[in-house]
């Protein structure tokens, strides 16, 4: 049984925090959460959003139907109450006036500055005192709230704990006091949650789990809160965390970490990447572990900043001139955000190469409750620290000796014996630059040698479910996928799920082996760029695809809607593009017309 | 030893090019100030100079056109016991890579920069860089260069460096005494060197810079003094290079950004950490 409370209010009136306090107190009373941030780019005015879904199965998508919605203003009550479900609560703040609304929700009004002022708190807990009285609708009482109330305040003082917590019990007793009846039927609590946190945060935490010590960036929406979340946890954790004066000097930073020994990263979104494009090259041909983090949003260009899209998987693919490996990964929840951020680290040491992780808002921004927390631990590949034979004189060590598997022994500065050049430049064996065509041939095999690996560890898709038809998707798309497919199987149609988390370089066999008769892909942008990249790698077609570029993730009713008129149709209908028709209606406010 | 920092390839620049007495001078400076060829990296990008990690057996890194300084800075935070020397032209420092010599001062990471300042674009034969003079005829200026010159070592100060230093190619000691300060120091050094490019600069030849240079410690210069070092700084610009000192322009002790960012020796730490607080608090 899903459940879905949305928080609406005006930019600055701290939806955020509501929302995210909210979500931590279902994801610790045992429901699997998740949380779906919504804001226009703008610093003040304009409306934010936050939809917390809660359900006894796991959930990792927003819903486009609201059980509560807490209003934080007027505008809120407009945008939101007409898609509360049937019999749904409404809370809204006493402040916003008189709300002429529907006859078959329920309202509850809080007097929230009253409520604060007779518990001598300040206009700030306004949130506080929303979550407190949402508390009696579920039949919780205040304990979790207390806590969480204490592990956030306590670094302020125990009587700003104690103001807090008394703002929360107020409200909670206006409620109970006043709306004795009001009350919405929750599931038994079934998991043993163990966070409940962004994709950035479990990126950058799995990051740190796999031996990150080094990350240098520059701001940009929506990658910068692995930066901030870095920076917060730099002097625990001994980290070496830089704004750069620009992105080209971030991604220079970090290869030059990488090259110094430490395992070492950067990140930004498209626009950001495109300035590093030329340092990617430089990695790949001096062979210089990095971890590119890449977090896309609308594009082309400036585009839509705040909002998402899956549409940058070809700049990363074409970064650079020249012909080279990478790898590119794409989570599609924090558990595998948390993973893959070791993965990726393990992945550059051991292969010498740039490796990209994914992301995009959707994933980067919204909230996972994390049930399992698992890490590949540390590999570091061919690094050599001793037994190196003393160099003649003038001699240099070959750090790109012509092995069999295309790896060649690192040495890193500080170690004797070992000195070399890392070099943008073609080489020889012993890191002299050349022109030799023979020697040159010879490195581009040997980097290429590299690839019968690659395909060998790539990861095969993971299957969810059995089914004739099969939704493909990649990266953050995994969760509304999920959801769809549950949908349609209400509704007799069964898929199975594939997702996939390694993009690139695939394997045409590991493909083939997941793929049924009837796949239809799903992704978030206008040109299919992943089936696109699937066709051109392994000859393999999908049999429709489903698209959508307006700025949100692609949400699971629209995707069984899509499917059902594929299958009901066919398969006649090969691409599906999601156009206004057939938004989900709470698609169609706008919260960047802010009155 | 000196044979320490030689490696088997030989140069390959043009017959008289300043880039000559320059790789002698690294090499000496190393040699005397007792560098272990394993505990130092030159750092280079893309120009005729930037070949020079070539030919001294270190650790190296040959990266792109412009990006020495961030290269050079990751380096050394990742091992602050490394020497860390970056080097490259005028076009590679002061126009591809201007905004990294921009902010390089204020971060004051403890690397030193040189620039092989030839005032012309050598590798991609003779075109204007920011520091060719005014007047001087290149593939891109064939009426003469008419842009202001792009003033490095007033940049240099403004940005906060904390050692500023010019020399001189065609004087090998003079070099390899500034190098070494610049070395020992604590903090980002800086020091332009003047170098004849025989092929594509004629104007300034050896013997044009040898009529013009004086050595500001002869002068007495005091080095902690920062208006007079910009005084300095400005006075080739406003005697239209009848003057050109070199020698150390400026010395301060600032905090580095290893002192605020780097505990201990980062490469050398293990990397199993525990996170399950870090957990908790996401909860
Ligand atoms: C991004 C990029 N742009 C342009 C070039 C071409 N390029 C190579 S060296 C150079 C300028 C060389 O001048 P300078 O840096 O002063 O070094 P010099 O050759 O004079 O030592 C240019 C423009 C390049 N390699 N990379
Ligand atoms: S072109 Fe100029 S800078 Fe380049 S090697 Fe020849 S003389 Fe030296």
Redesign the pocket.
């Known amino acids: 049984m899903d459940l879905t409370i949305k928080i609406g209010g005006a930019a600055g009136q701290g939806v955020f925090v509501l929302g995210r306090t909210i979500g931590r107190l279902f994801a610790r009373t045992g429901f699997y959460t998740f949380g779906y941030p919504e804001y226009p780019s703008l610093i003040r005015g304009g409306h934010n959003s936050y939809q917390v879904v809660v359900s006894n199965k796991k959930v990792e998508t927003p819903l486009s139907f609201n059980s509560v919605v807490i209003a934080l203003n007027k505008q809120a009550v407009k945008f939101h109450a007409p898609y509360i479900s049937q019999n749904g609560i409404l809370i809204v703040d006493e402040s916003a006036g008189d709300v002429n609304v529907r006859e078959d929700i329920k309202v509850v009004k809080v007097p929230t500055s009253k409520i604060i002022n007779e518990s001598k708190g300040s206009p700030k807990m306004a949130n506080i005192a929303l979550t407190g009285a949402m508390l009696p609708l579920f039949d919780f009482d205040l304990t979790i709230l207390n806590q969480i109330i204490k592990d956030e305040f306590s670094r302020k003082g125990e009587e700003v704990v104690k103001v807090n917590q008394l703002v929360a019990k107020n409200a909670y007793e206006y409620v109970k006091e006043h709306y004795p009846n009001v009350k919405i039927e929750l599931p038994e609590p079934v998991a043993k949650l163990k966070a409940y946190t962004s994709g950035n945060e479990a990126f950058g935490l799995g990051a740190i789990k796999g031996g990150l010590k080094f990350y240098a960036a520059y701001p940009m929406t929506p990658a910068s809160s692995v930066l901030h979340y870095l920076v917060s946890k730099a002097k625990k954790h001994n980290l070496i965390v830089v704004q750069a004066e620009d992105e080209i000097a971030a991604a220079n930073m970090a290869v030059g970490a990488g090259f110094a020994g430490l395992r070492s990263m950067t990140g930004t979104s498209g626009g950001g990447f495109a300035l590093m494009t030329e340092t990617v090259g430089m990695a790949a041909l001096a062979e210089t572990p990095v971890v590119f983090f890449i977090a896309q949003r609308t594009g082309p260009s400036t585009g839509m900043p705040t909002w998402t899209e899956q549409a940058d998987l070809w700049q990363i693919l074409g970064a650079s001139q020249g012909e080279f490996l990478r790898i590119i990964l794409a989570p599609g929840n924090a558990e595998q955000a948390f993973y893959l951020a070791g993965e990726a680290l393990n992945l550059a040491e051991e292969y010498q190469l740039p490796v990209f992780v994914l992301s995009d808002k959707f994933l980067s921004e919204s909230h996972y409750s994390m049930e399992k927390v698992e890490s590949p631990g540390i590999r570091r590949g061919k690094i050599v620290k001793e037994g190196l034979k003393p160099l003649e004189k003038g001699e240099r060590f070959k750090r790109y000796e012509d092995v069999e598997d295309g790896i060649s022994p690192r040495t890193l500065p500080g170690t004797p014996n070992g000195e070399h050049v890392a070099t943008s430049y073609e080489h020889l064996e012993d890191s002299f630059t050349t022109e030799d065509f023979k020697e040159r041939v010879k490195q581009v095999e040997k980097r290429l040698r590299k690839l019968k690996k690659l395909k060998e560890i790539a990861f095969e898709p993971d299957v969810y479910g059995e089914g004739d038809i099969s939704l493909v998707v990649w990266g953050s798309h995994l969760g509304p996928a999920l959801k769809a497919k549950e949908i349609l199987a209400n509704k007799g149609i069964n898929v199975k799920v594939i997702h996939f988390t390694w993009l690139y370089p695939l394997s045409k066999e590991k493909v083939e082996n997941v793929l049924t008769d009837k796949n239809i892909i799903i992704e978030n942008n206008r040109t299919g760029l992943f089936e696109r990249l699937v066709r051109a790698e392994t000859g393999i077609t999908f049999t429709a695809s489903i698209r959508k570029s307006n700025g949100r993730p692609l949400f699971p009713e629209q995707i069984a809607k899509a499917v059902e008129t594929i299958v009901n149709g066919e398969f006649k209908e090969k691409e599906f593009i999601i156009k206004e028709e057939e938004f989900e209606p709470y698609e169609f406010y706008a919260p960047w017309r802010y009155e | 030893m000196i044979d320490e920092f030689v490696t088997v390839e030989k140069p390959q620049?043009?017959p008289?090019?300043?880039?000559y007495g320059i790789l002698t001078a690294i090499r000496r400076a190393f040699d005397e100030l007792g560098l272990k060829p394993h505990n130092t990296v030159v750092v280079s990008g893309i120009g005729?100079?930037s070949k020079i990690p070539h030919y001294i057996r270190t650790y190296g890194y040959e990266g792109i056109h412009g990006r020495i300084i961030p290269l050079a800075e990751g380096i050394k935070l990742a091992n602050p016991a490394l020497t860390v020397v970056g080097i490259g032209g005028d076009g590679d420092g002061f126009s591809e890579g201007g905004n990294h010599f921009l902010h390089a001062g204020r971060k004051n990471t403890n690397i030193t920069y040189i620039v092989?300042d030839?005032q012309?674009y050598?590798?991609t034969?003779g075109q204007a860089s920011p520091t060719t003079h005014k007047g001087v005829k290149t593939k891109t200026t064939p009426d003469g260069a008419f842009l202001r010159e792009f003033r490095p070592i007033p940049t240099a100060l403004i940005g906060g460096a904390t050692f500023v230093a010019a020399t001189f190619a065609g004087d090998v000691n003079h070099m390899v005494k500034v190098m070494k300060d610049a070395i020992s120091h604590k903090g980002f050094a800086f020091i332009d060197v003047y170098?004849?490019?025989?092929?594509?600069?004629k104007l300034n030849t050896y013997a044009w810079w040898k009529q013009r240079i004086y050595d500001l410690e002869k002068e007495g210069h005091d080095p902690t003094n920062f208006e007079k070092a910009m005084e300095k700084a400005l006075e080739p610009y406003r005697t239209n290079w009848e003057k050109v000192p070199i020698g150390i322009f400026y010395k301060e002790e600032r905090q580095t950004l290893e002192d605020v960012l780097v505990k201990g020796i980062p490469v050398n730490e293990s990397l199993e950490v525990d996170v399950s607080s870090d957990l908790r608090e996401l909860m």
């Not at chain 2, 008289?16 to 880039?19: I, T, V």
């Open positions: 620049w043009c008289g090019c300043g880039n005729c100079g092989q030839n012309i050598g590798l034969t170098q004849p490019c025989v092929s594509w600069n």
